[in-house]
């Protein structure tokens, strides 16, 4: 067995921690790991990272297409995408270890200290040695399903898993023993990477902590024969139609019937395929929204398309999602039918799916009795597939000795929501229970805190520098001025192998390029990406006054950090480098033309050495972060993520508004799986007040906010016990909004004018203190959705399993009372779908009603009192139903606390729609803002369970980690500046900026030296260049994109073709 | 002589860093071939077209320009594409007052992943501008020399 070398120091404690699983969860947990300065192992079973969100098109409800914002090839160039660019083959984060095709074999110690056994499968292709030429691919005789796509198209059994997988490298699926007399890949291949003999081997790592992100497995269709998937070819998964769907899919995102291609013109989605069924009683809590997705997509793409979901209840349970799946119903015209059909047939003549279903189900139809069934026909079937636990999860369950849950996810705890069983052992995603990539990112983040928390000592150790466009570790040879040098370039052009030179004629081009101005040498190499290419490239920038470089060679997105990091170090900015494309866009796409691709590669080469001459060194700041935090709202996430944050040994300020700690959670008695709230509450309590490193302002408010990352100010106004005020200032590096919701007030349904109708709230109480009461009641009725007159419409999330929690409580106090469920949409998902089955079993009765037809509570008098009556029309029997409870308890919407507005405004932060606070991306940075440092936890972000707020708070602080424990903190780059003395004051690019950054400023003087000119922060630029060109006075310049970088040869070709098509 | 017989059109293409970009590269790993007649800037972000650079591109000659944005609703910075675009509509009324016709500008909107949409589009602005005929700003070639620097920045 073989130990794998570490880089940096050995001590005696491991400082790295274990990620099980490649995609979006597994990828974000690396990131936050690595950023705080711990080695991370990424583990992946397949050969590339990914996962499931790799394979998707779109996400909910944003319809931003997945390839950009949740892969890490994806995230390139963004300046702070989620999956970073970090991950890719030649920008690695350095304290990230990519273990793809490997294994899980042994695992021992305890937390701080495990040992653990991987087996690496051979991929057959050295990564270190694949050019992606794709000649291997190409000779491969061996056709093979494509995994990737699902089986919709073929690759060779030697390929990539898709065009810009990664790791970028070729491999092979699994070696036949034909492949030992075949080996035409072995000769084709130019750099010898392939070998065939190659034999798995083992390592053994020693790592403090374990993340599990092994995602889940979709349903199995087969399970189901009836659904006629396998049997009936336009019968599809709803894992496949995202890839018909995805622009990076087999037919660039055409959806198209699988029996002939034809464009279906009739589009049918089966929901709860796998879920909320007797083999899996759990809700996959993802299908309704991605099912509204598909038909979306579809509605899009198709004109005149029908689509029809036919579905159990319909969940769109957070953010904006209600919104969608009105806009999808309403504006779209998608058709929601409540059914659960059972068979499916085929028409053989057409191809056709057909379906038989009742009537009179549609959205806010209440057609009496069962419906007619009716029969339709539609050109593709769709199964939203649920979510099942991954594949491994028993093998690795049992190696890494931790507990899975009755359904086969991993077994965790409500209060503790991120541990498994074994300390030390972390889970996030789908492998905890079946979530979206929202809170999946959430979960990683969170996963991170706790493995941080075993791994204090280690925070910020091995540090890494972004003082560069690259990450590097520092060690760089100190930088040659050449300010006041006239450009001297060289031009290196990089045969690749063959993949450009066989198309171009790289000696015309040296020719030609050798007489441009400013050129001091053209070599033509092999390739310059390899061990020898990049000494001779060294060689090339440091002997005489060379001090720019032009390389010919592939795409700037795959290799420039590498070239950038050679510049580096040769002692020269990495910004003096400029790559021209002659793979890709020139020998890749002209091959039948080389005259064509040799005379463009002339010009592009023309274009590249005009552009690097105009080049200049860029610098970034050093920013040395404030070593505390600020967490406003002393709530269970406020505590919850200071207490991360003082664990690890940073200083918190913890704002409280009211006298008291605790929120909401002071009023929550107990919790549907038979936790205790208060002895949380307690116990969150007793370690804020006992904790050296937590300030507590109770009675207190930030009233004023002002800087960026590393360097933050705030006054936090105090107000004392004689009824004075006292003013604190403090400076801090990060700060947590935690300021949490509130259930509504309001007066519907005789609230307020009644005593019998209380809140939910008042339920609980009455349950949990006044036991005897309930235990007298004999008829209760519960109305769902309960919201204040005239707001946005939004579901509230927690409110049902808060009910059915109720029910359960009042069921078990008085089995025989009477309780009626008034409802519209029951979402207990999840695996909250336990207690909608329980309280069902237990003879709660759940009436839906509709908007356009609402429940009427009225008093009528019955002798000398008053009953309080409540009427709802069931729409099955076509009946009204009269109940005259005890009580009657209303679930009011959750509303963000009164003061979120105004912090808002005060931060510069937006509002959504509901009123919440508006993170940067619903999907990918659910916690984040578009300035760095500002993080976003618990109900200020939506209605959300303890479980969700703790995984929330602790991703926060996992987050606010990774600034606090970093030495320094680089900020700018290639950031838009403003020339003041060109600056006429009118507040164009404030207007243009997609992030508001620019701000007039008063203490500089404009245009004319009249007082105020715009300056936009190099520490919140993003560097889209948006004001730039919008500027009327051209006043402000994009670092590295100058106008006089890009206005060099955009028009008429320079290079004669006529002197190259001579040969 | 048609023009479309023997002229070559010289295209100008501005994409951002992202999607645009990431497309043409995706067309290289397909192998999917087009005209070798364009050329590809590279911008952050399509947001960053200037009009200045368009008409640049015109007034040194360019028979055609296209920009290659992420999908609208998709942009990495939020909306600069859509800035992009009220430019290039703006650019193409000032083609039309000037006398050149304004479809030898557009503006193409795709995925990362849509490598064979950006060898489409190349085709079709190809054959669109070897139709429009040359640029008619376009000076005579120049002598087969090295081009004459720019002035240097100030």
């Not at chain 1, 520098?465 to 760089?476: C, E, K, N, W």
């Not at chain 1, 360097?711 to 700060?735: C, K, N, P, Q, W």
């Amino acid at each position: 067995m073989r130990q794998l070398a570490m880089p940096g120091d050995v001590t005696e404690k491991p400082n790295s921690v274990l990620i099980i699983g490649g995609g979006v969860g597994g990828m974000r947990a690396a990131i936050d790991l690595a950023e705080a300065g711990i080695h991370t192992y990424l583990l992946e079973t397949s050969p590339s990272l990914g996962g499931r969100v790799a394979q998707l098109g779109f996400m909910f409800p944003t319809h931003d297409c997945v390839l950009c914002r949740g892969t890490s090839d994806h995230g390139f160039g963004c300046t702070r995408p989620s999956i970073s660019p970090v991950l890719m083959d030649q920008n690695r984060h350095p304290n990230i270890t990519v273990l793809t095709s490997t294994d899980l074999v042994s695992f021992e110690g305890e937390a701080g200290d495990f040992k653990v056994g991987l087996r690496v499968r051979p991929q057959l292709v050295d990564p270190q040695l694949c050019i992606n030429c794709g000649r291997c691919a190409e000779v491969c005789p061996e056709i093979r399903p494509s995994g990737f796509q699902l089986g919709l198209s073929i690759r060779k059994a030697i390929d990539k898993s898709a065009p810009r997988s990664v790791p970028n490298t070729y491999y092979l699926l699994e070696k036949v023993e034909r492949c030992d007399e075949c080996r035409k890949c072995v000769e084709v291949c130019p750099t010898d990477a392939i070998d065939l003999g190659a034999q798995p081997h083992e390592l053994e790592i020693h790592v403090g902590a374990v993340i599990l992100a092994m995602g889940f497995q979709p349903f199995d269709p087969d399970e189901m024969p009836e659904l006629g998937y396998g049997r009936i070819p336009n019968v599809i998964t709803s894992m496949q139609y995202e890839r018909l769907a995805s622009r990076s899919g087999p037919t660039e995102g055409i959806v198209s019937r699988i029996s002939d291609g034809k464009m279906p013109k009739r589009i049918a989605w089966l929901q709860c395929v796998g879920s909320r069924d007797q083999l899996n009683p759990y809700c996959s809590s993802i299908c309704c929204m991605y099912a509204t997705k598909e038909a979306m997509l579809a509605k899009q793409r198709i004109p005149e398309v029908e689509c029809h979901i036919f579905t159990m209840d319909e969940r769109a349970f957070s953010k904006e999602y209600n919104h969608y799946y009105v806009k999808a119903r309403d504006d779209l015209g998608i058709r929601y039918t409540r059914c659960r059909i059972s068979a499916v047939d085929e028409d053989p003549a057409t191809g056709e799916v057909i379906l038989r279903y009742p009537t009179g189900r549609m959205h806010d139809e209440a057609a009496p009795g069962q419906g007619a069934i009716q029969e339709d026909h539609f050109d593709l079937l769709v199964l939203a597939v649920g979510v099942r636990p991954p594949a491994k999860a028993v093998e690795i369950a049992r190696v890494l000795g931790i507990e899975l849950n009755e359904y086969g996810f991993c077994q965790t705890d409500k209060f503790s929501p991120l541990d498994t069983s074994r300390p030390g052992v972390f889970v996030c995603g789908a492998f905890a229970s079946p979530k979206e990539i929202a809170e999946t990112i959430l979960d990683a983040s969170g996963a991170a805190a706790e493995a941080m928390r075993i791994m204090r000592d280690n925070l910020g150790k091995r540090t890494f520098s972004r003082s560069r466009p690259f990450l590097t570790v520092d060690g760089a040879p100190t930088e040659r001025v050449i300010s006041a040098q006239p450009p001297a370039i060289a031009i290196a052009l990089c045969g690749c192998a063959g993949e450009i030179s066989n198309v171009v004629d790289l000696q015309a081009v040296a020719d030609y390029a050798a007489a441009l101005p400013k050129v001091e040498k053209v070599e033509i190499l092999p390739l310059a990406c390899f061990q020898a290419g990049q000494e001779r490239l060294i060689e090339l920038i440091t002997q005489g006054r060379t001090n720019r470089l032009v390389i010919g060679a592939c795409s700037h997105r795959t290799h420039e950090p590498l070239f950038q990091r050679l510049m580096t170090e040769a002692g020269l900015n990495p910004y003096l480098v400029e790559m021209v494309n002659l793979r890709e866009h020139c020998a890749w796409v002209h091959p039948n033309d080389p005259t064509g691709a040799t005379h463009k590669a002339c010009e592009l080469i023309r274009m590249g050495v005009e552009r690097v001459r105009h080049s200049q060194p860029i610098y970034k700041q050093e920013r040395q972060p404030v070593r505390a935090a600020l967490v406003i709202g002393g709530g269970l996430s406020g505590m919850t993520t200071a207490l991360a944050i003082a664990d690890a040994g940073y200083d918190v300020h913890l704002v409280e508004k009211s006298e008291e700690l605790g929120g909401n959670l002071r009023h929550i008695y107990y919790a549907a799986e038979g936790d205790n709230p208060q002895r949380l509450l307690r116990d969150l309590v007793n370690r804020i007040l006992g904790h050296e490193r937590i300030t507590l302002y109770l009675r207190s408010q930030v009233t004023r906010h002002t800087g960026s990352v590393g360097d933050f100010r705030a006054t936090i106004r105090s107000e004392l016990a004689d009824g004075t005020h006292r003013e604190h200032e403090i400076r801090h590096s990060v700060v947590t909004l935690a300021t949490g919701g509130l259930e509504a007030g309001g007066n519907q349904y005789l609230l307020g004018q009644d005593p019998r109708v209380l809140r939910q709230s008042e339920m609980e109480d009455i349950l949990a203190h006044q036991p005897e009461r309930a235990a007298r009641l004999r008829s209760v009725v519960m109305i769902q959705c309960v919201e204040p007159e005239g707001g946005v419409k939004y579901c509230s999330r927690i409110c049902c399993t808060n009910t059915i929690k109720n029910v359960l409580r009042l069921k078990m106090l008085s089995p025989d009372c009477q309780v009626v469920i008034l409802y519209k949409n029951v979402i207990t998902y999840g695996f909250r779908e336990k207690y909608y089955l329980e309280a069902r079993r237990r003879g709660a009765l759940f009436v839906r009603y509709t908007d356009s037809d609402p429940p009427k509570v009225s008093l009528e008098p019955r002798g000398a009192r008053q009953a309080l009556v409540v009427s709802v029309n069931e729409h099955i029997f076509g009946k009204t139903l009269v109940f005259e409870p005890d009580l009657l308890a209303l679930s009011m919407s959750i509303q963000p606390s009164p003061d979120t507005a105004k912090l808002a405004e005060m931060l510069g932060l937006p509002l959504s729609p509901e009123g919440f606070f508006l993170e940067a991306h619903l999907k990918m940075r659910p916690m984040e803002f578009a300035d760095d440092g500002i993080f976003l936890a618990g109900m200020a972000h939506y209605p959300k369970f303890i479980e969700e707020c703790i995984t929330n708070a602790l991703a926060c602080a996992g987050r606010s980690l990774t600034f606090l424990s970093r030495p320094s903190i680089q900020l700018g780059g290639v950031v838009a500046e403003v020339d003041s003395e060109r600056c006429t004051g009118c507040l164009t690019c404030i207007r243009t900026c997609p992030f508001s950054i620019p701000e007039m400023r008063d203490d500089r003087n404009g245009i004319g030296d009249l007082g105020g000119a715009a300056w936009i922060d190099p520490a919140r630029c993003h560097g889209c260049g948006t004001c730039t060109a919008e500027c009327p006075a051209n006043a402000i310049q994009l670092l590295h994109y100058r106008d006089e970088q890009i206005q060099v040869g955009l028009g008429h070709w320079q290079v004669p073709l006529q002197q190259l098509s001579v040969d | 002589m048609t023009p479309s017989n023997d002229f070559i059109p010289e295209i100008t293409i501005f994409t951002c860093i992202y999607c645009g970009y990431m497309a043409a590269d995706t067309a290289g790993s397909l192998r999917l071939e087009y005209p070798s007649n364009i050329k590809i800037v590279r911008l952050p972000c399509t947001g960053k077209t200037d009009i200045q650079y368009l008409l640049n591109a015109f007034e040194e000659g360019a028979d055609g320009v296209y920009i290659v944005a992420c999908s609208l609703g998709n942009c990495h910075h939020e909306h600069g594409n859509e800035r992009g675009l009220a430019r290039m509509k703006r650019t193409r009324e000032i083609l039309e007052r000037i006398g050149l016709e304004p479809e030898r500008l557009d503006m193409f909107f795709v995925s990362g992943g849509m490598g064979a949409t950006f060898a489409k589009v190349a085709h079709e602005m190809n054959e669109r501008i070897q139709q429009l005929g040359p640029n008619p700003l376009k000076q005579a070639p120049p002598a087969p020399s090295p081009p004459q620097p720019p002035p240097a920045p100030s």
